[in-house]
Each structure stands twice: as C-alpha cells, then as structure tokens.
C-alpha cells in the first residue's frame, strides 16, 4: 500500500530563516512525488517534482526537496524564507498506475 | 492561457437543493478529477474521469454524481446536498491518467450546505 504522511501540521518560522517541511512517503515501487503549494484563496500550484532523475530536485520561489529512498524521506526546504511564502504545502505522491496520494498538509507561517 | 476553471467560486445553499459545480480546462487533458478539501484532511478525491464517458469513484463519492460528455468538461452534480458536503472542492485535470503526471488545478469552490 502506498501512503504519503506530513509530519508537522503547523510549521513557524522567523522570515529570513531556513524553511523545512517534512514528508515521508511509503511505498513498494519507485514513487513520483510532488510538492504543491496552495496560497489563501487560490488553488493549488505545482513547487517541484522528482520522477527518479535526480535525487535533489529545485523547484520554484527558491524551494528544493531531496528524495532520500533509504530514508522515505522527500522533505521541502527553502534556505531563507519570505512572507510571500506563508500558505499551505502539500505532498503528493503516485506512480505510473496508481492512485495519487495526497498529504493531509502542512501551514507554514512567516514571523516578521 | 492554459487553466482550469471552476463556476462558482463561492456558493450557499441549503439541505436538498440540486447544484452543480461546473469544471472546464482547455489544454486538452484527458485525465480530470474532483477533490474535497477539509481542514486536517488533505485532499480527497470525490471522481474521476480518464477521458470522454468514463468515469470512476474516488475515495468520497457518496452524494455526489459526475458526467463527462466532453473532453473539457467535468461537471459535479449534488442531487441532495447535505451539511457534511460543505467544504472546499477542486477539480483539476492532466494529460492522461499517471501517478507520476503534474496535476493542474482549478481555483476552488467554497459550498456551504444549510
């Protein structure tokens, strides 16, 4: 059975400081993951991908996540965060024939 | 512009009355879907359909009925809306049918049921 599981629902961070969003994922095959981000009111929009191309993938606004296989880890940092970046984040993971699964969310807040 | 439209984006109404949210995207996807969004729920897939006249049940069909006439079109229909169907509803379409395809989405539609 695949499941994708967000480790923190709220995250806060003081705006300038590095950003990290957890999210483990359980899989039998090599997944496809995904990080969304969802700003107020708007809908959802893609951050970044990996499809098993490479382990460290960059997204946009600055985001990058690292597929850690040993780890069924594919966690979202940013290295220094910016109001614009409060919102919801989710992780999603599929394959070529499965369903695709979505994290329950993660809130990150920026502090002035 | 590629999009995925939603109408409408908001919506009150009450217990038993018939609605509609209608789903339209113009890039040609075959593959479109409906989510429920709730607070600590993520999202939940309600349908889904992988191309013209075939459709699917997701996760959390019950109450709900689609129909998938068109390529582009993608309606959700409460035949008798209930309280426990007020939540925010995406539909959101890619190219065809794959765990590992980017999904784009629409803005929403926020349904509260009285």
């Known amino acids: 059975a695949q499941s994708v599981t967000q480790l923190d629902s709220h995250v806060s961070v003081s705006e300038g400081t590095p950003v990290l969003l957890r999210c483990n994922y359980s899989s039998s095959y090599s997944p496809s993951l995904f990080w969304y981000v969802q700003h107020p009111n708007k809908g959802l929009q893609l951050l970044l991908k990996?499809?098993?191309?490479?382990?460290l993938v960059k997204g946009i606004n600055g985001f990058e996540a690292e597929f850690k296989k040993s780890e069924t880890s594919f966690h979202l940092t940013k290295p220094s965060a910016h109001m614009s970046d409060a919102a919801e984040y989710f992780c999603v993971g599929g394959s070529s024939a499965s369903k695709i699964i979505f994290g329950s969310g993660t809130r990150l807040s920026i502090r002035p | 512009e590629a999009q995925v439209t939603q109408n409408p984006r908001y919506l009150i109404t009450v217990t038993g009355k018939k609605l509609t949210v209608t789903c339209s995207q113009n890039m040609n996807h075959e593959y479109m879907s409906w989510y429920r969004q709730d607070p600590g729920l993520g999202l939940r897939q309600i349908y889904y359909?992988?191309?013209?006249?075939?459709?699917d049940k997701g996760d959390v069909p019950e109450g709900y009925k689609v129909s998938r006439k068109e390529k582009r079109n993608f309606p959700l229909i409460l035949e008798s809306p209930s309280p426990n169907q007020t939540s925010l509803y995406f539909c959101a379409s890619s190219d065809r049918y794959s765990g590992r395809n980017e999904q784009f989405f629409g803005p929403g539609t926020r349904l509260t049921v009285l």
């Open positions: 990996y499809t098993s191309a490479a382990t």
């Open positions: 359909s992988m191309n013209v006249e075939v459709t």
